[in-house]
């Protein structure tokens, strides 16, 4: 189905369902109530994950960053090894160290998944082991699925928080 319009088939002729030319083409308007609404979710869906998969640029930046200057060693005049970052952090401050900066990575890496995941969930570019699935009937797929997102995407949820409230608690 396209964004501004749908096929009837099977409609009635006071409808105008059928013509000579063929099926007859609903506008957007005559879109039922919950269809519109799942068009301009899918709309906003697919507008954050474009947005979200941005920040796989900064990620991969500040990963390399923190690999290189941690293996960019030399040895000095008076004979002591040096390394790069311990020279940035100390002639230009914290932000370069290696702790900083891999939970800068840690943070992108939340950022990026939280913001593509309803992207890849409804093209159906998400990660997924099919050794098993792909010879089952689409019922059971379909079962498999919502399990898989009722007991491992939720509850990884209710785990965030729970920690979130025992920390905030002590």
């Known amino acids: 189905m396209s964004e501004q319009t749908a096929t009837i088939d099977n409609a009635e002729p006071s409808g105008g369902g059928t013509t000579a030319e063929g099926p007859r083409q609903l ?24 947005f979200g998969s941005w920040f796989i640029v900064p990620l991969v930046i500040i990963t390399c960053f923190d690999v290189i200057a941690r293996k960019i ?15 940035l952090v100390e002639n230009f401050g914290r932000m370069f160290e290696s702790t900083l900066l891999q939970e800068l990575e840690w943070h992108s890496h939340t950022v990026l998944f939280a913001f593509v995941l309803g992207y890849g969930y409804i093209w159906n570019t998400h990660v997924r082991v099919d050794l098993v699935r792909e010879n089952l009937a689409f019922k059971k797929k379909a079962w498999i699925e919502f399990i898989g997102l009722t007991f491992f995407l939720k509850a990884s949820d209710s785990r965030t928080r729970s920690t979130r409230t025992w920390v905030f608690q002590m």
Request: glycine residues 8%; without cysteine; proline residues 3%.
């Open 27 to 50: 506008s957007a308007e005559e879109y039922p109530l919950a269809l519109r609404l799942s068009e301009k979710l899918r709309r906003f869906v697919d507008s954050v994950g474009r």
């Open 73 to 87: 060693r030399w040895q000095q005049d008076d004979g002591t090894m040096a390394g790069a970052q311990i020279w």
